[in-house]
């Protein structure tokens, strides 16, 4: 089980920052892949970012390169998803997601994770 939570409150305003973090519940994530993903409104659920958790690879989509980072803690317990510079396209459910059997090619594809969390709302506004 995987649980993502919001550090910060409130509406957010373009340029601003978040973090979100993703925190491993009733195991670990030792061996796992984490990612994020993220739902617009009225949209599909797309590719944010990826860690793999033993090896510290990342992937970031193009949209939010440069902007999103996505970090693990020593503990490997939890895995965290700093937003800079925020825009109003940035505004989504963000989910986590783990899975312990990804292959770096298949990153991107959300049918590759089986932990799920339950997704928080991030709005920004202009």
């Known amino acids: 089980e995987v649980q993502c939570r919001r550090l910060g409150e409130g509406l957010v305003q373009a340029g601003d920052s978040l973090r979100l973090s993703c925190v491993a519940s009733?195991?670990?994530?030792?061996?796992?892949?984490v990612a994020w993903f993220r739902q617009p409104p009225g949209k599909e659920r797309e590719f944010v970012a990826s860690i793999k958790v033993s090896g510290g690879a990342t992937s970031t989509a193009e949209s939010v390169k440069g902007r999103f980072t996505i970090s693990r803690d020593n503990s490997k317990t939890t895995v965290y998803l700093q937003m800079n510079s925020l825009r109003p396209k940035d505004t989504a459910v963000y989910h986590c997601a783990a899975g312990p059997s990804v292959i770096s090619s298949n990153v991107a594809n959300q049918n590759a994770y089986y932990y799920w969390g339950q997704g928080t709302l991030v709005t920004v506004s202009s």
């Open positions: 009733g195991r670990a994530f030792a061996r796992d892949t």
